[in-house]
Every structure is written in structure tokens, then in C-alpha cells.
């Protein structure tokens, strides 16, 4: 079964660029999440969708963050215009939803994003 | 505000001595606390789920443990393969987002 996949795994953009992230869950999986690692810091929460809603995104930083789930499949964060800050890892996560399973996250191996 | 904390930030350890890593944390509703293990480049690799105080869980060298305010993760004379990032994090209910502490840099000697 294939796991979490994540697109690119390092973008190297300049400030004010557009990048454009992607992430494929599990077969199945109707939770979605986006988290961020800035600078060595702790895995902080951006979003949750349940299938195509968002259910969650109080730790959106900004607008210039959207996220999208076409069709309740895979997910797309575009970060436009980019900032130094936004720099980091940015993983996806997947779930079966709430009650089946033991409710673990199953996380890809992050898009790497450094902006310049 | 809800809060998890992990120590200590970096571990290194003999093979064979056992420790143990701490996460505490003040969130209202538990749902569960679960930890993972990261390796360089890795996303979080999962490794347990505890939903109530007092219960166990152990896998190969490692056991967690759950009381009201924290967990352990006892690692069992460690090899060097143990080496990682051991994360924890916790959930409120059962759809809602995971918080993570900052994690637990284990280093392995031989």
C-alpha cells in the first residue's frame, strides 16, 4: 500500500515567488493535515480537512497561505507571495477518520521549502 | 493554553544503557498521546497511541506509559538503530488536530 506522498521534496524559490505544494494521502484516508517545521522548532498544526471541508485552519499563519483538496483526494498548499519565514519543512499527514483505526497520523517525508 | 513538553532536548547514550525520555503536557479532554520516532529526513514514523492513565505499551526495546500529566518512553538497552528524534503529541478528540512537542534528540554509540 502506498504511504503519504509528498511533491516537490525541496523547492528553492526567491522572495515574492509563488510555490505550490503537494501531498497525496493514503487510499482511504478521509483526515488530512498540514504541519510546518520552521528553524528546529516543534511540528506546529497549519490545517485539517475531513474530506474536501476544511474542518481546521486556525494555524494558517496568513493569507498568503491557501490550501485546497479537489474532490476529497489530494491536497495542494500554495504559498503566494513567499516570505523568508516561510522557510522549512512542510509535512502532510493522513487518517482514517475519527474512531476507526487507532487514529494515528501517517505523515509523508515533507517538501523541504526554502525561500531566498 | 495547551501545552506539551519534552525532555530532555538531546540524549546520547552507551549502547545497552537504558533511559528514559519524558513528555508532559496540560491540554483539557485527552483523546490520546502518541509518539513517533523521526529519523533525518524522514517524516514522524508512528509508534504508540496511550488513551488513559496507567495504561502501557511496549514495542521491541521501547515502552511507553501514561499518567495524568505525562508520558515516558523507556528505551531498553538501546543499539545504535535507536538512534533518533522521539516526538510526542496529543490530540483532544478524535478528528481534531495533533500538537507536538519539540522532541527528543537520541544518540546511540556503539
Known amino acids: 500500500e502506498a504511504g503519504v506522498t509528498q511533491f516537490p521534496s525541496h523547492s528553492v524559490i526567491e522572495k515574492g515567488q509563488t510555490v505550490t505544494l503537494r501531498c497525496d494521502p493514503i487510499?482511504?484516508?478521509?483526515?488530512l493535515y498540514w504541519y510546518r517545521r520552521v528553524m528546529g522548532k516543534e511540528i506546529k498544526f497549519l490545517l485539517h480537512?475531513?474530506?474536501?471541508?476544511?474542518?481546521?485552519e486556525s494555524g494558517m499563519p496568513n493569507n498568503r497561505f491557501l490550501a485546497e483538496r479537489t474532490g476529497g483526494t489530494y491536497s495542494t498548499l500554495k504559498v503566494q507571495p513567499a516570505e523568508l519565514e516561510d522557510s522549512g519543512v512542510y509535512f502532510c499527514?493522513?487518517?482514517?477518520?475519527?474512531?476507526?483505526?487507532?487514529?494515528?497520523?501517517?505523515f509523508g517525508e515533507g517538501s523541504r521549502l526554502t525561500v531566498l | 493554553e495547551d501545552q506539551v513538553t519534552q525532555s530532555p532536548e538531546a540524549l546520547r547514550l552507551q549502547e545497552g544503557e537504558s533511559s528514559s525520555l519524558n513528555c508532559s503536557y496540560t491540554?483539557?479532554?485527552?483523546?490520546?498521546l502518541f509518539w513517533y520516532r523521526q529519523d533525518p529526513g524522514k517524516g514522524p514514523e508512528f509508534l504508540f497511541t496511550?488513551?488513559?492513565a496507567g495504561e502501557e505499551k511496549e514495542k521491541e526495546r521501547l515502552k511507553a506509559t501514561l499518567t495524568k500529566k505525562e508520558s515516558f518512553l523507556h528505551i531498553t538497552a538501546p543499539k545504535p538503530e535507536d538512534s533518533a528524534t522521539y516526538l510526542c503529541?496529543?490530540?483532544?478528540?478524535?478528528?481534531?488536530?495533533?500538537?507536538f512537542g519539540a522532541g527528543t534528540q537520541v544518540v546511540v554509540t556503539p
Open positions: 503529541a496529543v490530540q483532544q478528540n478524535s478528528w481534531g488536530k495533533f500538537q
Open positions: 499527514a493522513s487518517s482514517l477518520l475519527g474512531g476507526k483505526g487507532t487514529g494515528e497520523l501517517f
Open positions: 480537512f475531513v474530506k474536501e471541508s476544511k474542518q481546521d
Open positions: 491540554v483539557s479532554g485527552l483523546r490520546g
Open positions: 496511550l488513551y488513559s
Open positions: 487510499s482511504g484516508h478521509d483526515n
